[in-house]
């Protein structure tokens, strides 16, 4: 009797079970954050809107009054913005009886800078062509609607819309024509168009014999183009400067400074309204130290800039590596305008197949004290502007990846407040992106799948740090920038990874205190002699600023050398957890979306076991030691990997088998490697 009461139970509790069991919403991703929310058009027409000009320009207030809503803003931008606040804080709820924010964004600049070329390519783009589809006759007006949309949504004001590695064909005047198309949809958005400029263009375009800017002719060339640009678009926001940078020709060319060169392009926009923003990107195959150069060849310029030119300096002092200090340049210029820039597309964090949330990178960043004017001078509070290089193309969903999408909302909101925490801006995302399936409380929802979620892009950055390049070790990378490559000593020695990890039979790290390069003193104390001294650099940067032996003992207690394989192992360890919570994760999940990650984070686990298998293979062949007892042994061998490199499709894409494994392959041209530093 008793057995049939409890197979009763069981049933019945079966039962419920079943009828209670979410049932996951479809989506793909497309809407990308604005999925969640009620539709704008819907949420503006329930609220009392008005433009109340004594507000700042983008400000909003959203209150309640009179049993009524309201959203006030100094404009129509900023009633914009308020509107897709509200919006948000509906779908968090917190739009309640009694509502009452005002807010204005931090920045006034707030831009994202894409790198698209004319023949539709994009560099370091990995979500298909460009989205502005130079190519085709007509502009892919319904895209651009939609990419304005998620940008007022989170209070972005400007796009550069070409490569900084600029053709001199978007100043001709069938360019400037489909760039004012452009502009006018933009506009509708509150978003500002600028475009990047080419130094060399007034000789391509017109013949000019130089392009010095302090010939006369020159200066008239660029006044004349910018009458030519605002007679199209009277708004436009100006120019963005790559000179004497990686190829690119630029006022140096001419025995002229970056200031020379800046302000030049600055007076000829200045009559209208518009900025120069000039790329402080500069550095010399022949110089000791790459991180150096910035500062080097800028702080003489202090100063010296016209008003509205903004110096444009990348958040650490090489390249947008997975972890770098701050660059120094921002505790060292005092009376220059400086905007930051950021990379949201995932050029070294595994393109858009690894799941690498950046927004701790940037809060990072932003977060740390220069000590320029004192204690409490943030990265943060010494800029005046930011920009960040997007991760768009043509992919429906925009991004190639719904998880590459959150690095864009969290530049987004970053650029509004840059005192918000990732971990804020990680939560808005997840419950804006993800549907709540059918059948599941709030509660439910939140324990069971916004945590989890939460907890996965929380760590990711530091996973790919761990699996990429830990404990300061920095541009590992080989060919496209996707995988390892740290036996690479041949070409421009800045480009290899030798260069930076400086391994050898007695040690590894790039020496850059006062011993060394003394990059250490480009920073403002006390942080110089932190980095300086080996007992308080911080461990996560100590092969940044010091070479050292592989057993020096950290203080964890082990060795460098067992640190550097324990971070490697910890980083496939990380990614197998994703994994498995990701595989949990199913019930909550629309099938598009959950096959998509499910594939790229076996993608990224057996990625994440190349960069180990080749960086531990590869330092071991020069150091001679054992792998520690507690990490896991390599799944291939070196002999195997050295050399080679993931096979690439057109677009530079990584290719993997049916088995999710990258396709390792010997380069098509590869010269023969000079020989690796003897094992002791
Ligand atoms: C646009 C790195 C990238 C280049 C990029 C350059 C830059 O070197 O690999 O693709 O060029 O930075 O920021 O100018």
Known sequence: MRKYLFLTVLAGAALFAACNRPVPVAQDGTDL??????????????????????????????????????????????????????????????????????????????????????????????????MWEWTSPAIPEARIRHYGELCASVGLNGAVLNNVNSNPLILDAEHIARVAKIADILREYGIKTYLSIKWTSPISLSGLKSGDPLDPKVRKWWKDKAAEIYAAIPDFGGFLVKANSEGQAGPQDYGRTHADGANMLGEAVAPYGGIVMWRAFVYSPTSPDRANQAVEEFLPLDGKFAD???????????????????????????DTKMMIECQVTQEYLGFSNHLAYLGTMWEECLQSDTYRDGPDTPVYKTISAI????????????????????????????????????????????????????GMTDKAFESKFVEPVLDILMKSREAVVNYEMPVGLHHLFGGTHYGPAPWDRLGR?????????????????????????????????????????????????????????WDYRLSSGRTVWEEICLHYDTGIHQVEQFRRTWAGLKPYVAPALWE?????????????????????????????????????????????????????DRLGMPIHDENNRPVIVAPRFRRPMPPAAPAR
């Open 308 to 334: 509205n030119v903004i110096v444009q300096i990348k958040n650490g002092p090489v390249d947008f590596q997975p972890r770098e200090p701050f660059s120094p340049l921002f505790g060292k210029l005092k």
């Open 493 to 549: 020695p800045d480009w290899t990874p030798a260069y930076y990890h400086k391994a050898d039979s007695a040690g590894i790290g790039f020496d850059r205190t006062r011993e060394g390069s003394d990059n250490v003193d480009q920073y403002n104390e006390p942080l110089a002699s932190t980095f300086n001294d080996l007992a308080t650099c911080p461990e996560n940067l100590i092969l940044w600023f010091h070479h050292l032996p």
């Open 387 to 438: 920009a960040g290089v997007a991760n768009t193309g043509q992919d429906p969903n925009f991004c190639g990846y719904v998880f590459a999408q959150a690095n864009w909302y969290a530049f987004g909101r970053l650029a509004w407040n840059p005192a918000l925490s990732a971990e804020q801006i990680a939560d808005e995302w997840i419950h804006q992106t993800f549907l709540k399936p059918d």
């Open 33 to 130: 954050w604005l999925a969640a929310g009620r539709p704008y058009s819907e949420v503006l027409a329930s609220v009392q809107a008005d433009i109340d000009p004594a507000l700042p320009a983008e400000a909003f207030h959203i209150y309640d009054a009179d049993g009524q809503r309201h959203v006030a803003a100094g404009s129509e931008a900023g009633l914009r913005y308020g509107v897709y606040a509200l919006q948000r804080a509906e779908v968090l709820g917190q739009a309640g009886p009694g509502m009452d924010v005002q807010e204005q964004p931090y920045y006034d600049l707030r831009l994202l800078n894409h790198w698209d070329n004319l023949d539709d390519t994009v560099e370091r783009g990995y979500a298909g062509e460009s």
């Open 596 to 648: 998509e990650a499910n594939k790229k984070l076996e993608i990224q686990q057996h990625d994440g076991e190349w960069w180990r298998d080749a960086n531990v293979g590869y330092f071991q062949q020069i150091n001679g030691l054992p792998l520690p007892t507690d990490v896991r042994p390599l799944d291939t061998p070196i002999d195997s990997l050295i050399y080679r490199q993931v096979q690439s």
